[in-house]
């Protein structure tokens, strides 16, 4: 498919997160101006400490690869 339309142009992979992949007490809202834009929430408190725990597990769960026809 992709070689079919876009020959030659770079491919952007991105990991996309499953609801199972959110710790607890963070949630995905769709942003109401962008409807491809998702914010990141916090929905419960906790210590910071938790907090940057949680968002480093989530950011070890994302990446993106940068022109992945090498690998394709």
Same mark, same amino acid.
Request: aromatic letters at 12%; hydrophobic letters at 45%.
């Given at each position: 498919m992709k070689?079919? %339309?876009?020959? /030659?142009e770079a491919i952007n992979v991105y990991w996309i997160? #499953? /609801?199972?992949? $959110?710790p607890s007490g963070l949630k995905f809202e769709a942003d109401k101006k962008n409807k491809k834009h998702? %914010?990141?929430t916090v929905t419960d408190k906790m210590p910071i400490d938790?907090?940057?725990?949680k968002l480093t597990r989530v950011a070890d769960g994302? #990446?993106? $690869? #940068?022109d992945a026809r090498k690998a394709l």
């Open positions: 070689k079919r %339309f876009n020959e /030659g997160l #499953s /609801g199972a992949d $959110i998702y %914010f990141l938790q907090l940057v725990k994302m #990446s993106v $690869i #940068s």
